[in-house]
């Protein structure tokens, strides 16, 4: 069985996971690969549905084209999703939130894993699969409460039709996210990067701004990512077994 020391966690990492009042995590598709859902990048999965690549179906364009294909594309993605459950990794972090005396979860992905597994509060930058936000008032409401019309949600406040409450390609961030964490990611002195390939920004600046402020920031994933080498540590390997072993060596 691999041991913490085995992974070859540093000493400075040991003490400021003991100390550290202030720890934030930025999560990708990659903490998410150990419960079964595909990462956008590697692995051969690049995704085209009924003959669209992901970037064409998912993007902005596509709302005012076709918006029922939209959704035929969303609740596709949700029904693969219904039966995956979190993982150690997932787990893991939720219970960080009880651990420091402030902590701060990020993620870029919409699968609602990270709520799944107990995460509170968490900053979606790129919205949630299992949401809808109205066209004309702007409301968001969880899809199972909503009525559709000819395969459209239809909101509850104002009867107006409804679209995924996600970033789809060739849009802006939800209004406050990115600055939410961009101040925790100031204010943090310890910030863990999980399973992203940092390459979409602004997402990818939140470690670069801890860093910048003075933070400690540890990268976990198997494999390498433009933000490795302004890391401060990289632990090499899947989230679902370092995370939880770096937890233990707490204990
Ligand atoms: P990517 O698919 O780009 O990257 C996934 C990362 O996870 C890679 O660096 C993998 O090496 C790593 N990885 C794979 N398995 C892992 C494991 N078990 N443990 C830890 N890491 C693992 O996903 P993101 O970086 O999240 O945006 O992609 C960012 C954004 O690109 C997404 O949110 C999405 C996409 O366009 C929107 O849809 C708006």
Redesign the pocket.
């Known amino acids: 069985m691999q041991t913490v020391t085995q992974l070859g966690v540093s000493n400075k990492l040991r003490s400021l996971f003991e100390t550290a009042a202030n720890v934030l995590v930025l999560?990708?598709?990659?903490?998410s690969?150990?419960s079964g859902v595909?990462?956008?990048?590697?692995?051969g999965?690049t995704a085209v549905w009924k003959g669209m690549p992901?970037?064409i179906i998912?993007s902005a364009g596509m709302l005012e084209r076709d918006l029922r294909a939209v959704w035929e594309w969303f609740n596709y993605r949700r029904g693969r999703l219904e039966t995956l459950k979190p993982?150690p990794?997932h787990e893991t972090i939720a219970g960080w939130q009880q651990q420091f005396k402030h902590f701060t979860l990020v993620t870029?992905?919409?699968d609602g894993l990270h709520q799944a597994a107990g995460s509170r509060d968490v900053i979606e930058?790129?919205?949630n699969l299992w949401r809808a936000r109205c066209f004309d008032c702007g409301q968001r409401h969880e899809l199972r409460e909503l009525r559709m019309d000819h395969d459209v949600p239809v909101c509850i406040d104002c009867g107006g039709h409804m679209r995924p409450d996600?970033?789809?390609?060739g849009?802006m961030l939800p209004p406050g996210a990115f600055e939410r964490a961009a101040h925790e990611a100031e204010n943090c002195e310890l910030c863990f990067v999980?399973?992203?390939?940092?390459?979409?920004y602004p997402?990818?600046s939140i470690p670069e701004i801890a860093r910048a402020a003075g933070a400690y920031v540890v990268e976990?994933?198997?494999?390498a990512?433009p933000l490795s080498d302004l890391c401060d540590e990289v632990l090499t390997?899947?989230?679902?077994?370092?995370l939880p072993m770096l937890s233990e060596a707490r204990a």
């Not at 999560?27 to 903490?31: I, N, S, Y």
């Not at 390997?237 to 370092?242: D, L, M, R, S």
């Open positions: 999560t990708g598709a990659g903490v690969a150990e595909p990462t956008f990048r590697g692995g999965n992901f970037e998912s993982n990794a870029q992905n919409i930058l790129h919205g996600v970033v789809l390609f849009e999980v399973g992203t390939s940092a390459v979409v997402s990818a976990v994933n198997p494999e990512t390997g899947k989230a679902g077994e370092i």
